[in-house]
């Protein structure tokens, strides 16, 4: 992975370190090698545009944590081109760097996330329809920062369908009731086609219409009931 060249803008450099939530008071020890691991970018975004960046080792380990707005570009591209082009040190996980509160809140905000791509001359794929490139690297900030206002616009425009004429309440009610009827573990399987097409619609997460959002989130909870009293069972 490419160092982060400080020596060009030292100044701009210390001001988006700070942006970083992971520092000595919360950073962990590791249990195995990261070196050749690279990082990649995971994006939560709430209802208010609030707009958590996360710097993703693997499913254990993060090296970067911000909380920024949906609509602050200057210090999204900064953060962005940062986390792409660094070198990372100290290590932890979500729940150390943002405390218990933060994190269970953070975890009912939409998610999708930047990974890296084997494409020919590609160097990510983006959530937003988009890759970016190998000939443009410098851009990339840029991109995102930009790309990231037009995909919550996007994401508003899908639940202002799913909503229409207020009919999809009662969809969701039906659902819920559906999820919570089986006791058994292995009614994980008979859910599974409805949990898909939950997962699929989780731009839900930031619904301007409560009754629609809260409704989903708890679709989504008694889906992640499913799962795991299916997983104690199997194990």
């Known amino acids: 992975m490419k160092v982060y060249n400080i020596e060009d803008d030292w100044m701009k450099l210390q001001d988006i370190e700070r942006f970083n939530l992971v520092n000595d008071s919360n950073k962990v020890k590791t249990n195995y090698d990261l070196s050749n691991k690279e990082v990649y970018v995971?994006?939560?975004?709430?209802?208010?545009?609030?707009?958590?960046?996360?710097?993703?080792?693997?499913?254990?380990?993060?090296?970067?944590?911000?909380?920024?707005?949906?609509?602050?570009?200057?210090?999204?591209?900064?953060?962005?081109?940062?986390?792409?082009?660094?070198?990372?040190?100290?290590?932890?996980?979500?729940?150390?760097?943002?405390?218990?509160?933060?994190?269970?809140?953070?975890?009912?905000?939409?998610?999708?996330?930047?990974?890296?791509t084997l494409v020919k001359g590609m160097l990510w794929a983006t959530p937003f329809g988009v890759y970016y490139g190998l000939e443009n690297k410098e851009e990339h900030g840029k991109f995102f920062a930009d790309e990231v206002i037009g995909f919550f616009d996007e994401l508003l425009e899908l639940c202002d369908f799913r909503i229409m004429e207020k009919r999809y309440i009662h969809i969701l009610e039906h659902y819920l009731d559906a999820l919570r009827k089986g006791k058994d573990y292995s009614y994980y399987y008979k859910m599974k086609p409805l949990i898909s097409i939950l997962e699929k619609e989780s731009y839900l997460r930031i619904c301007p219409d409560e009754k629609i959002r809260n409704l989903y989130l708890k679709c989504m909870e008694e889906c992640s009931s499913l799962y795991n009293r299916y997983m104690t069972a199997v194990r």
């Open 42 to 116: 995971e994006l939560y975004i709430s209802k208010e545009k609030e707009l958590c960046i996360i710097g993703r080792i693997d499913n254990n380990y993060i090296c970067w944590c911000s909380l920024t707005n949906v609509v602050d570009k200057e210090h999204n591209e900064k953060i962005f081109d940062y986390i792409a082009n660094s070198e990372f040190k100290a290590f932890s996980q979500e729940y150390k760097v943002l405390g218990t509160d933060k994190y269970i809140e953070i975890q009912k905000w939409y998610r999708c996330a930047i990974t890296r």
